[in-house]
């Protein structure tokens, strides 16, 4: 039986189950970039992985998109997860970047994150907030 002979049902619990593992990696990726833990958080992406900021080329690779979330603000900054939505292989996290030395509240962004059918991370682009 090939995926396309599978009904609908199950082919949709399935894509839950991988939406469900991707939104426990993006948890799991802030907690690994804010420790500084840049093999656990690599670990989370898929190979072809590729990550979008603000202001920066695309950058390709598991190695090349984790030296890019480390070197990007500095290191004492820290993510302040406010809410994480789910749903069809995409995660959409919205937070804070918070640098204790800061005086300022926090750096607000999102990030939109696609989910491979491993269940890895696949995808992530960057909005920040910023005034009219």
């Not at 292989?89 to 509240?105: C, K, N, Q, Y």
């Amino acid at each position: 039986m090939t995926s396309h002979d599978q009904p609908a049902a199950a082919l949709s619990g399935a894509t839950d189950l991988i939406t469900a593992a991707g939104m426990d990696h993006v948890r799991l990726v802030y907690d690994y970039l804010d420790a500084g833990d840049a093999d656990s958080c690599a670990s989370l992406m898929h190979e072809c992985v590729v990550l979008e900021l603000p202001g920066m080329p695309p950058v390709h690779g598991r190695a090349e998109v984790v030296r890019a979330h480390l070197c990007h603000g500095t290191a004492q900054a820290r993510h302040e997860i406010d809410h994480l939505v789910a749903a069809d292989r995409s995660v959409v996290a919205e937070g804070r970047r918070v640098d204790p030395g800061s005086r300022h509240p926090g750096l607000r962004f999102v990030d939109v994150f696609r989910i491979a059918d491993d269940g890895m991370v696949s995808e992530c682009t960057r909005y920040y907030h910023t005034a009219p």
